[in-house]
C-alpha cells in the first residue's frame, strides 16, 4: 500500500478481498455467523420470498384439484438510507520509513477492527437510524419466548428451542446470541448432579455448544435478551464496492498519506419467525 502511486491509488479487487473483506467478515461476530450474503453493485437487493400458497387439501381420484393462489413478498436490503461505513487514516511518510513492522498490514488490521465493530453494532442491535440498518434484535414478527423472563434458568432456554420447534424451525440449524453477561450467566446453570449445560467441544477446534448448538457473544446485544435463529433465515446484503483507496497527494503537504475504507453492509430476515426471542432478562 505506502509504495502505491496516485495512478494506481485504488487497491485491485483481490486486494480488496484480501486486505479488507475476508478479514471483516473473520471479526465482525455478526458476520462470521455464517447468514446467507447476497452482493450488490450499489443498487438495493430484493430477496423474493413465497409468504403463502394457500392450503393443501385432500382430493380423491378424479376430482378436479381446487386452484389456491400463492402470496408473494420480497424482502430490501441495502435501500438508499443504509449508508456506507468510512474512515480516513493519516500516516507520516517517516513512520512508513523507519517502521520495523508492515505498516500497510497494522493499519488494514486496525481500520477492519474499527469497522468491525461499527457494523456489529448496527447489524446486532441498531435502530436503523442515522444511515445505519436495522440490527437482528430489533427485528419485528419474531417468536416471542416470553417478554418478562426475569431470572435466566436452562427452562427459558429449552422454551426458546420449543418455540422454535413450533415456528417449524429446525433446532439444528439454529445458533444462539447473548452478551456476555448472559454467557456468564449460562455458564453458571447446571443440573442436580452438578454438570453444566454448557458443554466445550472434545474435539480440538470444534466450537463449544449450549444445548447442542453452537454460541455467540457479542457486547452489541443488551443483557436482558437471548436471540435463537436459524442462521440459514437471515439474509446480509453486501456492497461489492468495498474499496481501499491510497490518498498520496491530499495530504501531501504534511508528508503523510491517507489511507481511506468504505464498506456497506445491511441484514434483513427473510423468515422473520426463524428468529426467537427471549427478552426481560433481569439475572
Known amino acids: 500500500m505506502t509504495n502505491t502511486t ?19 467478515t473473520q471479526a465482525s461476530t455478526y458476520l462470521s455467523v455464517g447468514f446467507p450474503v447476497f452482493t450488490s453493485s450499489g443498487e438495493p437487493i430484493k430477496v423474493p420470498s413465497l409468504s403463502s400458497m394457500g392450503t393443501p387439501g385432500y382430493v380423491a381420484e378424479g376430482s378436479a384439484i381446487p386452484e389456491v393462489s400463492a402470496s408473494t413478498d420480497e424482502i430490501v436490503l441495502l435501500p438508499s438510507t443504509v449508508h456506507s461505513v468510512k474512515t480516513i487514516t493519516r500516516v507520516s511518510r517517516e513512520l512508513m520509513r523507519q517502521s520495523i513492522v508492515n505498516v500497510e498490514q497494522s493499519f488494514a ?15 446486532w442491535n441498531g435502530a436503523g437510524t442515522a444511515g445505519a440498518p436495522l440490527g437482528i434484535a430489533k427485528f419485528t414478527g419474531v417468536t416471542s419466548a416470553g417478554t418478562a423472563i426475569g431470572a435466566l434458568t436452562v427452562n427459558v432456554l429449552y422454551d426458546m428451542q420449543e418455540s422454535a420447534l413450533e415456528a ?22 447446571e443440573d442436580s448432579t452438578g454438570q453444566k449445560f454448557l458443554q466445550p467441544s472434545l474435539s480440538q477446534g470444534a466450537p463449544a455448544t449450549l444445548l447442542g448448538n453452537p454460541y455467540v457473544v457479542t457486547s452489541h446485544l443488551p443483557d436482558t435478551a437471548i436471540l435463537l435463529f436459524d442462521r440459514q433465515q437471515v439474509a446480509v446484503g453486501m456492497d461489492d464496492r468495498a474499496s481501499i483507496t491510497i490518498l498520496d497527494q491530499t495530504y ?22 426463524a428468529i426467537v426471542k427471549a427478552s426481560g432478562i433481569t439475572g
Not at 10 to 22: A, G, K
Not at 168 to 189: D, E, I
Request: aromatic share 6%.
Open 252 to 273: 501531501a503537504n504534511f508528508d503523510e498519506v491517507g489511507i481511506r475504507v468504505t464498506a456497506r453492509y445491511d441484514t434483513a430476515a427473510m423468515n422473520p419467525t
Open 6 to 24: 496516485s495512478s494506481n491509488s485504488t487497491l485491485t479487487r483481490d486486494q480488496v478481498e484480501s486486505l479488507l473483506i475476508m478479514p471483516l
Open 109 to 123: 488490521m486496525k481500520m477492519t477492527s474499527d469497522i468491525a465493530r461499527i457494523l456489529d453494532a448496527a447489524l
Open 168 to 189: 417449524f424451525v429446525p433446532v439444528g440449524s439454529t445458533t444462539w446470541a447473548m452478551s456476555p453477561a448472559n454467557l456468564t450467566r449460562v455458564r453458571k446453570l
